[in-house]
């Protein structure tokens, strides 16, 4: 009687221990997937800082040059006034 007893109280354990093991595994799936997605996130954001290096010396060079377009658009406004005073 005592040998049936250990085999059940085993058997008990087994099943507890499966009811665990399958909380891991639904753990382990959730993180899965939330690492998935940011996976996918961070190569969006490596996408964009590389568009950013491609497209942020363009856009500095066209500051750049509509500041000095500005800049000289007013002096010689500034000239042509003093000319005509």
């Avoid at 499966?18 to 996918?40: P, Q």
């Avoid at 568009?51 to 800049?71: D, E, I, N, Y």
Wanted: aromatic share 2%; proline share 1%; no cysteine.
């Amino acid at each position: 009687m005592a040998l049936l007893e250990v085999v059940e109280t085993s058997q008990e354990h087994v099943v507890e221990l499966r009811h665990e093991l399958d909380k891991v595994r639904n753990a382990l799936d959730r993180t899965d997937a939330v690492l998935a997605i940011a996976d996918e996130t961070l190569m969006r954001a490596e996408g964009a800082i590389v568009q950013s290096r491609r497209w942020a010396p363009v856009a500095l060079g066209v500051v750049g040059l509509l500041a000095v377009g500005v800049t000289v658009a007013i002096v010689i406004k500034r000239r042509s006034d003093a000319k005509q005073s």
